[in-house]
């Protein structure tokens, strides 16, 4: 069992930028693939970022490749998520994941605070 606690978000400028962090329980952290997903008003949820257990593999949509940065600090049993040039007129709500692999289909356990919302 794994449970995440999201956090990080707040208001940004245009081009501004943020880092996400999702503390993960649990003593298997390494053993699981990490995602984050956001969900923006009146839309459905989308994938944005995926990394590995090891961190050695990375995945991102193509709409936040080369702005946003995914990276795991397994000591600290912590993903984070980088987002640079954000755009403040396109605010969603983020959470964090955790799977048995790097597809978003593969992920078991969600976010268990509010997930953290980006906006203007």
């Known amino acids: 069992q794994v449970q995440l606690v999201e956090s990080g978000g707040g208001l940004v400028q245009a081009g501004g930028s943020l880092r996400l962090s999702c503390a993960a329980s649990g003593r298997t952290f390494s053993s699981y693939a990490m995602g984050w997903l956001r969900q923006a008003p009146g839309k459905e949820r989308e994938f944005v970022a995926t990394?590995?257990?090891?961190?050695?593999?990375?995945y991102y949509a193509r709409s936040v490749k080369g702005r946003f940065t995914i990276s795991r600090d397994n000591a600290k049993n912590t993903v984070y998520l980088e987002m640079n040039s954000l755009n403040p007129a396109a605010p969603a709500v983020y959470s964090c994941a955790a799977g048995a692999a790097v597809v978003p289909s593969a992920y078991d356990y969600w976010g268990q605070g509010p997930p953290v919302p980006v906006s203007s």
């Open positions: 990394i590995s257990g090891s961190g050695g593999t990375t």
